[in-house]
T-cell receptor, first 113, second 111 residues
Framework: AQSVTQLGSHVSVSEGALVLLRCNYS??????LFWYVQYPNQGLQLLLK??????LVKGINGFEAEFKKSETSFHLTKPSAHMSDAAEYFC???????????FGTGTRLLVSP | EAGVVQSPRYKIIEKKQPVAFWCNPI?????LYWYLQNLGQGPELLIR????????DSQLPKDRFSAERLKGVDSTLKIQPAELGDSAVYLC?????????FGPGTRLTVL
């Protein structure tokens, strides 16, 4: 079975500061890992994905994440936050490719001027 | 290219009433998903279709929920009768075996 834990239901940063959203996973098989973003009243949009290739994954909007097997982590980072990054972020895991996604509970990113 | 379309976007009903949600996936996407998203939670899969066939409905509460995907394109999710605890956002997603693309969801409020 697969599961993810997102540490911190809310993260607040100032504009221009580093963004770090934490995700730890549990999987009985080599995982596929995903980060999605959800803006208010919108569906989820894929930011990036790890599919057992390069451990450092670059995504859209300047985000990246690093797969660390030894720490069972897949934290999301962005060097400099922008006001438009304020949204809900979900980490997800799958043990079977893209189909059976198991989502975390989400982290709301707040960006202050 | 149009994304996943869902309607209605919002629905308010009284408990014990029936309700239906409609989803039109991205053209050419054979796989369609329905998810339930409770407030403050991540989406949870209800059912997955491959063309017309429901290949994973293990999390669908079959006593009151039903779904169909006639002709392997559009899909309808129904709840009958609705309960207070069904208040949530119902998301539809589609894929062509790769990345899942999500619609904006239907926000259901049961009074």
């Amino acid at each position: 079975a697969q599961s993810v834990t997102q540490l911190g239901s809310h993260v607040s940063v100032s504009e221009g500061a580093l963004v770090l959203l934490r995700c730890n996973y549990s999987s009985s098989v080599p995982p596929y890992l995903f980060w999605y973003v959800q803006y208010p009243n919108q569906g989820l949009q894929l930011l990036l994905k790890y599919t057992s290739a390069a451990t450092l994954v670059k995504g859209i909007n300047g985000f990246e994440a690093e797969f660390k097997k030894s720490e069972t982590s897949f934290h999301l980072t962005k060097p400099s936050a922008h006001m438009s990054d304020a949204a809900e972020y979900f980490c997800a895991v799958s043990g079977t490719g893209f189909q059976k996604l198991v989502f975390g509970t989400g982290t709301r990113l707040l960006v202050s001027p | 290219e149009a994304g996943v379309v869902q309607s209605p976007r919002y629905k308010i009903i009284e408990k014990k009433q029936p309700v239906a949600f409609w989803c039109n996936p991205i053209s050419g996407h054979n796989t369609l998903y329905w998810y339930l998203q409770n407030l403050g939670q991540g989406p949870e899969l209800l059912i997955r279709y491959e063309n017309e066939e429901a290949v994973d409905d293990s999390q669908l509460p079959k006593d009151r929920f039903s779904a169909e995907r006639l002709k392997g394109v559009d899909s309808t999710l129904k709840i009958q009768p609705a309960e207070l605890g069904d208040s949530a956002v119902y998301l539809c997603a589609s894929s062509d075996s790769g990345e899942q693309f999500f619609g904006p969801g239907t926000r259901l409020t049961v009074l």
